[in-house]
């Protein structure tokens, strides 16, 4: 089980979080047909770290990105959605 | 270490023996000249105590009776206790005559993959095999009645956790604490020391076991925490490890308090893994004989236990440790007939002490030991020439495994050394150090510096003072040296190699590899499950190393290049009681429940658990049916009126000027034209273009929308809602929050429905329109919409004043001769009605096209789904479709059952809702989905379940069997 530093609520237990997505596989409703079927079916999937959303869901809810290791679970960045903005 | 001044009586088999405290079930035995111990899983051969700790895989117990029985219990990891009642395994009529030792004649024709090979001949032949082997094969016994004890989970935190509680454990422990670091160490066995509590040792200026009183109380004065009887079963993800506490002996009665067991999930800034090592056993016919013991373990049982295992011992060896054996052994009264060690040359001062004492070999290896229910000789080949000695312990060591289980799960590499033939701890990945014999440190005054070193290292990487670190404690014992291990795995010359066990517990012999490989099984991990090689409840501890070098030998590669298979959790076999914890019973889930939930039970109704939630079935009158019930108050719908609690319903609501915009997102429906104080029907998509839930729409306000969802989409709801309010669309002026628990929600339904409405003073408003008004002065909210096909309302009232609503509506139902109603009649009214279900029809592979909502598409898209819906195969008109079926004979249609043709071939579909007409006749009717179904409307085919054994002849027509035009909820 993870320990994930919620950027809002510090380290909790992976438990508390929902993982919803690679953040590339986030498929726009107004994308073509192509763009969707390759954002859900065929992204590539290599041991590496990549960018995740997961979802703070049994805490503060908030949306979380996060850069993880593929095999090594690594967690290397971690922000709450919205921080850039 | 054994309290001889109060004996502790248990039985074995029936019989009752006395052991003391301290004693496990095999050092007991054992003091009573009990070997036999068991009878090995294919072969039935006798099998007697290997090792004196958690390795050992011969001696194999069933302990306890009822709910407290637990097989497959390791005799030498098993602290007896008053009451014990301990039976051996495999073996019928008893332990010591078994007819299926037969099988030892018969094992050439039980070799490695006879498993595989007879499901590969023709399947009347397995018939008779598995007849057979079901009666010989298996471990103990499955218990019989329900878990009697509670377990515990609990959470825990530390800086570092020390894994093991021999020298290096204590010393990185004592360091780590010393530092400051909060520390947990974990020792598996009753009592801290691990190899201290085998070996005679002064460690600063005190005894053993008085270093260790004094450690482990300056622990406790730091701080730290210990936890005994405890084992470290597994390293997972960012230093998380579980250990299992035992507070019991297996089979035991808890004390006051009742618990059993304690599943620790403990968070650790480092992890030190002074775990140890295991001895490895030799290869040799008959090596399974009760009699055959790990050097290690004899010297164990002699100082710790109190028992010699043999007064005859003959020791093989191929390093230097086992010459503490022969010591040890003859110090306490034993004879040492011979030392056989396999290596060329020895000459470190043990061995010059022991050689000066005992008959000691060099190039000298076992071919044979001698006897069947106890050894009573063994031969060997000296320098090619083949010897002969009796006795009836046979102590072997073929090397040292370190115990790197941990440090693998942690996703740790290895090393091989190749002397040692054994793979020691790498580099690793999370915050694991290993220390002491299981990073292949050996001699005392090594493995102690080496668990200091560790500890400190361990504190000072958390950023604790590591000026203070404690020194290494200072040791005085004999030949604190390391054991210049050569290990040489191939059989010596002679060796029968079809009674030369590798893994005794599974019974794999040393020609069961030499099979598989032949066979063409090159991969370890092939070779394991072809021979189930390490795949029994010892995983392997012992016997993996034997194994692959075996099968590296024939591959004429070294063990590293050959590799290993994945060391997985646990550690040590875990009772499932333990991972369950507390989650058993009615504290499985959590219970939700209704606003109206206490008027239900008072009722007693049965209930329906529906996600967490329960819902009455029906409201039975007394010695009515649930299924008569449930059609009365269906029958009560359509001819007057009735009442059903839909609080569960997934409720939202959304606010603010881009509401419209976001709406238009999540709902694949027509969203912008809806106007204030209307409704109408929606559903959702997910991204694949399935239907994943439906609901009502419902336009507060201006800039205010109320939006219901299923039962069970409530929970799934809130993720969509948040994943376009924070990533799809985060610019968007919006809010939304579940309001599922804010409002509760009353249907009313049925021709006198209006009547009801109004007489609480509330006007009814037009189909899928919305009105407000109050009741008793408390708010409600009344919409007109209809799941059941009547004229409809959904009356919401803030939660807390529901039940006075209820009890009013109440009044007004009966006197209008109505009834309240329950999920049999919602489904009966629904499945008439023709309406799909979300778990039923809405079941994650239907497009809205599948299930007739196509014309329902909002055309210009832009929701969550639709750009997927282009995809060809989901415009297939062979996919399966959405339509309704009839009885030919009127018979009921069973639930779930395959649609088939007269044809042969695979189904074309099948039943997802079953009910009956009510319109008088009662016949059987059914949704179901088929392929092309609209297409084969008037076509006859056969509702076959096999499980109920039942077949209906079913006509396909429209799913909407009542009121097609919609009159009866328009009004």
């Not at chain 2, 060690?341 to 470190?348: E, F, G, T, V």
């Not at chain 2, 939700?592 to 029906?618: E, M």
């Not at chain 2, 579909?909 to 609209?934: C, E, N, Q, W, Y």
Request: net charge neutral; aromatic share 8%.
């Amino acid at each position: 089980m993870f320990l994930i530093a919620c950027p809002h609520c510090g380290p909790r237990s992976q438990a508390e979080f929902v993982y919803e997505r690679a953040e590339e596989a986030v498929a726009y409703p107004d994308g073509t047909p192509q763009e969707t079927l390759a954002a859900l079916y065929t992204r590539a999937n290599p041991r590496d770290f990549a960018w995740e959303l997961w979802r703070h869901a049994y805490g503060c809810r908030g949306w979380i990105r996060m850069r993880r290791h593929r095999t090594t679970h690594e967690i290397a960045e971690i922000e709450a959605v919205g921080a850039r903005l | 270490m054994i309290d001889r001044d109060r004996g502790i009586a248990f039985t074995f088999d029936g019989r009752t023996y006395e052991g003391y405290p301290g004693d496990t079930l095999a050092s007991a035995l054992l003091a009573q000249g009990v070997h036999l111990m068991g009878r090995s899983f294919k072969y039935h051969r006798p099998r007697g105590v290997m090792a004196a700790g958690v390795e050992e895989p011969n001696a194999l117990v069933g302990v306890g009776t009822g709910g407290r029985f637990e097989p497959n219990t390791r005799a030498t990891d098993l602290f007896i206790y008053e009451g014990l009642k301990a039976v051996s395994q495999n073996r019928w009529p008893s332990l010591g005559l078994d007819i299926g030792a037969a099988n030892s004649l018969i094992a050439r024709f039980i070799p490695a993959g006879f498993y595989y090979k007879t499901f590969i001949g023709p399947p009347w032949l397995w018939k008779i095999y598995e007849h057979v082997i079901r009666q010989a094969a298996g471990l103990g016994a499955a218990p019989n009645a329900a878990e009697a004890d509670a377990f515990e989970h609990r959470a825990a935190f530390c800086d570092v956790l020390v894994v093991g509680s021999g020298p290096a454990g204590l010393a990185a422990a004592l360091a780590a604490s010393e530092a400051g670091a909060r520390v947990i160490l974990a020792e598996q066995d009753i009592r801290l020391g691990g190899a201290l509590l085998r070996d005679p040792a002064t460690l600063d200026g005190l005894s053993a076991l008085d270093w260790i009183a004094e450690a482990e109380a300056r622990l406790k004065t730091l701080g730290a925490r210990i936890l005994t009887r405890t084992t470290a079963m597994g390293y997972y993800d960012h230093n998380q490890l579980t250990l299992i506490e035992r507070r019991v002996e297996a089979g035991q009665t808890p004390g006051p308090g009742g618990l059993a067991q304690r599943l620790w999930r403990v968070r650790a800034g480092k992890v030190v893994i002074a775990a140890g090592a295991s001895e490895r056993p030799v290869l040799f016919s008959n090596n399974d004989r009760p009699g055959v013991m790990l050097a290690q373990a004899a010297r164990s049982y002699r100082r710790r236990f109190g028992v010699l295992p043999g007064r005859r011992a003959i020791i093989a060896t191929n390093n230097d440790d086992a010459y503490r054996t022969a010591l040890d052994l003859a110090e306490a009264g034993a004879e040492i007939v011979a030392i056989l060690d396999s290596r060329p040359l020895a000459d470190s001062p043990i061995c010059q002490a022991a050689r000066a004492k005992f008959r000691a070999h060099l190039d000298a290896r076992l071919v044979a030991a001698l006897g069947s229910k106890r050894v009573n000789g063994a031969t060997a080949v000296v320098a090619g020439r083949t010897i002969s000695v009796e006795g009836d312990l046979i102590a072997v060591s073929g090397g040292f495994t370190p115990l790197v289980h941990l440090h693998m799960q942690a996703g740790g590499a290895l090393d091989w050394n190749d002397a040692g033939g054994a793979f020691t701890p790498g580099a690793g990945r999370q915050g694991q150090i290993s220390a002491g014999a299981a990073a292949r440190r050996e001699g005392l005054s090594e493995v102690l510096a080496d668990g200091a070193r560790a500890g400190g290292e361990a504190a000072s990487a958390l950023g604790f003072r590591s000026g203070t670190a404690r020194e290494a404690p200072i040791a005085a014992t004999a030949f604190d040296a390391p054991h210049h291990t050569l290990a040489r795995f191939e059989t010596a010359p002679g060796v029968n190699l079809k009674t030369a066990f590798v893994d005794t517990q599974n019974d794999v012999t040393a020609a069961d590899i030499d099979l598989a490989w032949r066979e063409g099984y090159r991969s370890v991990e092939h070779l394991k499950r072809y021979t189930t090689l390490g795949m029994a409840t010892d995983q392997g501890k012992s016997s993996n190393i034997l194994g692959l070098a075996r099968l590296a030998a024939a591959e004429g590669r070294t063990v590293p290049e050959v590799g290993l298979t994945t060391f997985r959790p646990p550690f040590t076999p875990v009772t499932l009681g333990a991972l369950a914890g507390e989650a058993t019973g009615a504290d499985m889930a959590p219970l939700r429940r209704t606003p109206l939930f206490s008027v239900h039970a008072a009722l007693s109704p049965p209930w329906q658990p529906v996600g967490y939630w329960q819902r009455p079935r029906a409201y039975p009158r007394p010695g009515e049916s649930l299924a008569a019930a449930g059609l009365r108050e269906a029958l009560c719908v359509r001819q007057s009126v009735g009442m059903t609690d839909i609080s569960t319903l997934g409720k939202f609501e959304i606010v603010g000027p881009d509401a419209a915009a976001f709406l238009a997102r999540i709902c694949a429906t027509p969203v912008a034209k809806l106007a204030v104080g209307r409704g109408r029907y929606t559903f959702m998509l997910r991204e694949d273009g399935m239907v994943v839930d439906d609901g009502t729409l419902w336009r507060l306000d201006e800039h205010r929308y109320l939006l219901t969802s299923s039962t069970g989409g409530a929970d799934r709801m809130p993720a969509l809602l948040s994943y376009v309010r924070h990533i799809l669309d985060p610019g968007l002026k919006v809010a939304f929050a579940s309001v599922q628990e804010r409002w509760g929600a009353v249907a009313v339904a049925g021709p006198g429905a209006a009547a009801v409405v109004r007489s609480l003073g509330l006007e009814p408003p037009a189909h899928m329109g919305l009105t407000r008004g109050s009741v008793d002065a408390g708010q409600v909210l009344v919409l007109a919409a209809s799941y059941s096909g009547e004229r409809a309302f959904e009356i919401y009232a803030p939660a807390h004043e529901l039940t006075d609503l209820w009890r009013r509506l109440d009044t007004a139902i009966t006197s209008e001769g109505g009834t309240t109603y329950g999920l049999e009649a919602l489904e009966l009214l629904r499945i008439e009605k023709g309406h799909i279900e979300t778990g039923a029809e809405i079941d994650g592979r239907r497009t809205p096209g599948d299930l007739d909502l196509q014309r329902m598409l909002r055309g210009k898209g832009g929701y969550v789904g639709a750009p997927a819906l282009a995809r060809p195969a989901l415009t297939d008109p062979q996919r399966l479709r959405f339509v309704g079926l009839e009885a030919v004979s009127g018979a009921p249609i069973p639930e779930g059952a395959m649609l088939l043709t007269k044809a042969a071939g695979r189904p074309h579909g099948h039943v997802t809702s079953a009910g009956l007409r009510l319109d008088g006749s009662g016949a059987g009717i059914a949704l179901s989905l088929l392929k092309a179904g609209p297409e084969r409307l008037g076509e006859t085919l056969i509702a076959a379940s096999p499980s109920r054994g039942r077949n209906v002849l079913v006509r396909v027509v429209s799913p909407v069997f009542h009121d097609p035009e919609g009159t009866r909820y328009r009004e």
